[in-house]
Nanobody
Framework: QVQLVESGGGLVQSGGSLRLSCAVS???????IGWFRQVPGKVREGISC????????SYEDSVKGRFTISRDTAKNTVYLQMNSLKPEDTGVYYC???????????????????WGQGTQVTVSE
């Protein structure tokens, strides 16, 4: 049974940093992990992805240079380091997983099969 558990959200001032964690269990093969953000009234948007195997990463344009995704294979945990946070980064952040496969859209929620419960990130002015 695949499970994903996010942690690390919270309230931070504009310009601050947070590190989100996604602990993964139940996967026996290579898997890709994506991070998504959802704001009430808006569609869930893909923020970043790290692929299984080679660890190729992808980022949504608005977070490039500010967010870094990484993986600790020994701990089965994926991190999203978020720096220079802005109020528009506020939302519920979800991690999602899929079995590593062929080419896909890494920031599309429809590509992922398993989801965590989400963690709230609030960035104040």
């Amino acid at each position: 049974q695949v499970q994903l558990v996010e942690s690390g959200g919270g309230l931070v001032q504009s310009g601050g940093s947070l590190r989100l964690s996604c602990a993964v269990s139940g996967f026996t093969l290579n898997y890709d992990i994506g991070w998504f953000r959802q704001v009430p009234g808006k569609v869930r948007e893909g923020i970043s992805c790290i692929r299984g195997g080679g660890g190729r990463t992808s980022y949504e344009d608005s977070v490039k240079g500010r967010f870094t995704i990484s993986r600790d294979t020994a701990k089965n945990t994926v991190y999203l380091q978020m720096n220079s946070l802005k109020p528009e980064d506020t939302g519920v952040y979800y991690c999602a997983a899929r079995k590593t496969g062929l080419v896909f859209d890494p920031l599309s929620e429809y590509e992922y099969d398993y989801w965590g419960q989400g963690t709230q990130v609030t960035v104040s002015e």
